[in-house]
């Protein structure tokens, strides 16, 4: 009973969100530049209570509009949470996509693994409702960053609707070179290819990679016309392994075994310098007379590693607990968004893709609605934070990481082989998740269980042959 009461009620909080997807008739149609950052902590900006790293110009954008304190990637890794991000859907919908794609497109757990040997591993463009519903109600479209969705040039960014794109393919390269690892890595020979592309092909340019991903956004920015609506998407590489300061230049490509070296002062310059850029893309904004008129997101895809920051939060990129997947979240659209506000909806990255496609007076893909809710509407209409369910699963070779959020309760379960634990958590009074109650109130561990269970028949897929479930 209590599980159908809580879905009954989600049902009914997001009603309203349905009937308000489309935007109005005649309504302003906002620019939107959608910055996404990489692995970067949920401590690691100023705003969000770094005492070394300063962020003033990602700060303005939480000066100036909201700062979500309970907002969450839709996986602990970069591939899986910017398929959610594209598709407005959880991505296990899309199959083989619940781990980051490997250096050179590999696959890293069976579902993958058997898409890559196909070499069907990558987001199919047929699953991408970004930046595709915008394009097709007049915006223009760019992606200037990181892409990680796929090598093969069928799962390339101008495949998905973009008209124009610049940045790596795979998940992390040599800051200056522009190459993946030399050698031996995670017991992989690498060859060290260069994978930096430009409109879908291969490209080739000097620099510092961050300040390249800014200058292309900068440029691209500078070319678009006051009252045609574009949609920017941003994702640097900064600060994702390797640690590689802006004056950390050397002749020779970084080795493998090089590859997740580093200091906390180089992981401080890396955010620095995104920073910068972030603040080169706001001024380009405000010189081309944008920015009353545009909506700019920023977010983390996932926590930090561990010379990164997760605030008081437990854990770190690759697992489900807090610090692996609360993360950075800022949003700034004035006129619309109050400024200086915070907001403790619970949230994932999925809701933004919602809001976006609303804003602009597009539509979910036919047969395909989305999973999340109205982010931006339910920030602007002042609401209450609500009750919701979500929901991660995160493989890798023989582990699996599970957790449902429900209400301020938090139940995991990690298995490895077959080995097996389980946590429950009361996020209201243990925000850092350090009191494990599955012993003590096992009636919640079960109902959360139960909820894990029937969402994963909700998001099974078929893609490539019969329905894959993740082994339990």
């Not at 080795?255 to 620095?272: C, D, L, S």
Request: contains cysteine; aromatic residues 8%.
């Amino acid at each position: 009973m209590r599980i159908l009461l809580s879905i009954c009620l989600t049902v009914l909080l997001l009603l309203p969100l349905e009937k308000a997807l489309g935007a109005p008739e005649g309504a302003p149609r906002p620019n939107i530049v959608l910055i996404v950052a990489d692995d970067l902590g949920y401590g690691d900006l100023q705003c969000q209570g770094s005492k070394d790293i300063k962020t003033p110009n990602i700060d303005t954008l939480a000066r100036d509009g909201v700062r979500l304190t309970q907002f969450y990637a839709n996986h602990p890794e970069c591939t899986p949470t910017r398929t959610a991000l594209l598709t407005g859907r959880y991505q296990h919908r899309v199959g083989g996509l619940e781990c980051a794609i490997g250096t050179g497109n590999a696959g890293r757990y069976d579902d993958a693994m058997r898409l890559a040997a196909k070499g069907e591993l990558g987001l199919p463009p047929s699953e991408t409702v970004l930046p595709s519903a915008l394009t097709k109600v007049g915006y223009r479209a760019a992606s200037m960053g990181k892409w990680h969705l796929g090598y093969p040039e069928k799962f390339r960014p101008l495949q998905h609707g973009f008209e124009t794109s610049f940045g790596p393919l795979g998940g992390g390269v040599d800051y200056f070179h522009h190459t993946e690892p030399v050698g031996n890595f995670l017991g992989d020979d690498l060859p060290g290819d260069h994978v930096l592309a430009k409109d879908d092909k291969s490209f080739e340019e000097e620099g510092y990679l961050t300040d390249l991903i800014s200058a292309h956004a900068v440029e691209w920015i500078e070319q678009q016309e006051k009252g045609k609506p574009f949609f920017l998407y941003v994702p640097y590489t900064a600060p994702h392994t390797p640690y590689q300061g802006p004056d950390d230049y050397r002749s020779e490509k970084l080795q493998a075994e090089e590859w997740n070296k580093g200091t906390r002062a180089t992981y401080v310059k890396m955010v620095e310098a995104m920073d910068r850029g972030v603040g080169e893309i706001l001024s380009a904004l405000k010189r081309m007379g944008f920015e009353d008129d545009t909506l700019v997101i920023f977010f983390s895809d996932n926590g930090p590693t561990k010379l990164g920051d997760a605030g008081d939060l437990r854990g770190n990129k690759g697992n489900v607990f807090e610090g692996g997947i609360r993360v950075p979240c800022l949003m700034k659209y004035p006129g619309v968004i109050p400024p200086g506000s915070v907001n403790d909806q619970p949230t994932m990255n999925m809701d933004l893709t919602r809001s976006i496609v609303r804003l602009a007076g597009g539509s979910p893909l036919p047969g395909k609605s989305f999973d999340g809710i109205d982010l931006v509407d339910h920030v602007v209409s002042g609401s209450e934070p609500f009750s919701r369910d979500l929901f991660w699963r995160a493989r890798r070779g023989n582990r699996t990481r599970w957790a449902v959020r429900s209400g301020n309760l938090k139940y995991i379960r990690l298995k490895t082989g077959d080995q097996q634990e389980e946590y429950l958590f009361d996020l209201a009074s243990d925000p850092s998740e350090s009191t494990n109650l599955v012993a003590d109130r096992p009636r919640d561990a079960d109902r959360l269980k139960k909820l894990l269970k029937m969402w994963e028949t909700k998001v099974q897929h078929t893609r490539g042959r019969g329905t894959e479930t993740a082994r339990r």
